[in-house]
């Protein structure tokens, strides 16, 4: 039964770090310049599977195909072109005029933090199941 806390914990952790990427992208929207130069480049993050280690857990994995969760393996940048915009008066136009822009879609971006916010709320909704039917378990035990 712990494992499917486990889960849940995961699942709700890694949204939490997507939902913060995706307010990054959103935040810096507009972004000409950055620390390392060059316009902003729109983030994403790289889930992966989350095995356990041990025996019972190698026994579990090679009966079930079973795992204990999702863990973040990266935040990439987008390798998508950036914008560019013809503003020959703005201080980071290049020698023709020229202005990069972040590749951060606005619409996309707002698809993305709902999309994690619905999955946030998926993992709440099974931890608190979980956590009724442990109660439920308990109580049938007295």
């Known amino acids: 039964m712990f494992d499917i806390f486990s889960v849940s914990a995961?699942?709700?952790e890694a949204q939490r770090l997507?939902?913060?990427v995706v307010a990054s992208n959103l935040a810096n929207v507009e972004t000409t310049r950055t620390a390392d130069g060059g316009a902003y480049r729109r983030k994403d993050i790289v889930f992966e599977s989350q095995n356990a280690n041990?025996?019972?857990?190698m026994l579990k994995t090679?009966?079930?195909?079973?795992?204990?969760g999702v863990k973040v393996t990266g935040i990439i940048d987008d390798q998508r072109p950036l914008k560019y915009s013809y503003e020959?008066?703005?201080?980071?136009?290049?020698?023709k005029g020229y202005v990069a822009y972040p590749n951060v879609n606005?619409?996309?971006e707002m698809v993305n933090m709902i999309?994690?916010?619905?999955?946030?709320?998926?993992n709440v909704t099974a931890f608190k199941s979980t956590r009724d039917m442990a109660l439920k378990a308990l109580e049938?035990?007295?």
Not at 54 to 57: L, V
């Open 10 to 12: 995961s699942g709700m």
């Open 18 to 20: 997507r939902m913060n």
């Open 54 to 57: 041990g025996f019972d857990s």
């Open 62 to 68: 090679s009966l079930n195909n079973y795992n204990i």
């Open 88 to 95: 020959p008066t703005h201080p980071d136009a290049d020698a």
């Open 106 to 108: 606005v619409a996309e």
């Open 115 to 122: 999309a994690a916010s619905r999955s946030y709320e998926a």
């Open 140 to 142: 049938i035990g007295q």
